[in-house]
């Protein structure tokens, strides 16, 4: 069995001054999970989300859902 490493990336749009997210989208195909983490906090823990659950978190993002504090 081989164990594939996470490849954490941030997106284009995150010039924000660290408030981020990073995520590991190439763990969909081998895993089934979509791995989220703070950018500030690279060794903390992270959420394993599904592909469905990551997909409407980004709508509801392209959706203005989550509006800016």
């Not at 924000?16 to 950018?39: F, K, M, Q, T, Y």
């Not at 989300?49 to 959706?63: N, Y």
């Amino acid at each position: 069995m081989t164990t594939e490493t996470p490849r954490w990336f941030t997106s284009s749009y995150s010039n924000n001054g660290g408030a981020c997210v990073e995520v590991a989208a190439n763990l969909v195909a081998s895993h089934g999970i979509v791995p989220v983490r703070d950018s500030k906090n690279p060794h903390g823990p992270a959420l394993a989300l599904t592909p469905g659950t990551w997909g409407t978190f980004v709508a509801g993002l392209r959706q203005g859902a989550f509006p800016a504090a």
